[in-house]
């Protein structure tokens, strides 16, 4: 979709952010990093561990109970009012009223940017949905729903993408598929991008740096760097280099787990 000079894409800074939900459940412990502009970042860790958690406070869907989120020297608040962040959660929440097509356009006219009916189909077409763009969601699986969530994100041409697991309604063949084919639209544009996903391979082939976090509350355990070139290659997953470097997630994983466990017992 063409569109006048873009603003450059954001970093991230997390300032000692932590998150205590109201009953004392602690989600994120107080974390501080940096998350450069333009690159994706794959956050994993096990379930319940806190990483939605962390996508909400950089979204400013959460307040943090400590630290603080600056995005290129806004709170996030300033960067959403403005329609330069995209969210796409688990969750898909479509208008049931509104056909695929009517999300997606919607979303680009709340975004205050001009739309383009062919540029909507072809984002339509590109997550798989093309012959759909007249459904309503109601009639959709939960994958399409889920593939239609991403068109709507991509269409407003965010300068920061938060997807949570947003491949996870998604059959093996389909998810191979929009792995190769969107993050070339964010990567085009040099989208800041944040992914959270369960998948190790995913956040190999995906991201070029990987974070991973420890059972609840989110600790860091590992940051890891994929040297990757982009485009990434087809086959990549199965390249012995992505292997190796997938087993160094999994090994930080089951460390974190390991750790938090012998940490509980010496309580
Ligand atoms: N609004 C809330 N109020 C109270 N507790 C919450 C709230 N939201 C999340 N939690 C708790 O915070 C913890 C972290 O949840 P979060 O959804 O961030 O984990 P996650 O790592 O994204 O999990 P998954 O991978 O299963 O999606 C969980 O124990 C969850 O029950």
Avoid: Y
């Amino acid at each position: 979709m063409a569109s006048s000079v873009p603003p450059p894409p954001p970093a991230i800074a997390l300032d000692g952010l932590a998150k205590t939900f109201p009953g004392g459940v602690e989600a994120v412990a107080p974390t501080t990093l940096t998350l450069e502009a333009g690159r994706t970042t794959a956050l994993v860790g096990p379930s319940g561990c806190g990483k939605s958690t962390i996508l909400r406070l950089i979204a400013g869907l959460e307040t943090p109970s400590a630290g603080g989120v600056d995005i290129a020297g806004e709170p996030p608040l300033a960067i959403r009012r403005r329609g330069e962040l995209a969210v796409a959660f688990q969750d898909p929440s479509l208008l049931p009223w509104r056909s695929v097509r009517g999300n997606v356009a919607l979303a680009r006219t709340l975004a205050r940017r001009p739309t383009d009916p062919r540029a909507i189909d072809r984002l339509i077409d590109l997550v798989g949905l093309g012959g759909f763009g007249d459904t309503r969601p109601g009639a959709l699986s939960g994958g399409m729903r889920q593939r239609a969530a991403i068109a709507r994100c991509l269409v407003t041409e965010p300068r920061l993408l938060l997807l949570d697991e947003p491949f996870g309604a998604v059959d093996e063949l389909t998810r191979r598929q929009l792995a190769q084919d969107l993050p070339r639209i964010w990567e085009a544009r040099g989208t800041t991008t944040l992914l959270v996903t369960h998948s190790v391979s995913e956040a190999v082939t995906l991201a070029d740096r990987i974070l991973v976090f420890s059972p609840r509350p989110a600790t860091v355990v590992a940051d890891i760097d994929v040297p990757f070139e982009r485009p990434r290659a087809p086959g990549l997953a199965s390249r012995p280099e992505a292997i190796t470097l997938a087993e160094r997630v999994s090994s930080a994983l089951a460390e974190g787990r390991a750790a938090r466990e012998r940490s509980l017992a010496a309580q």
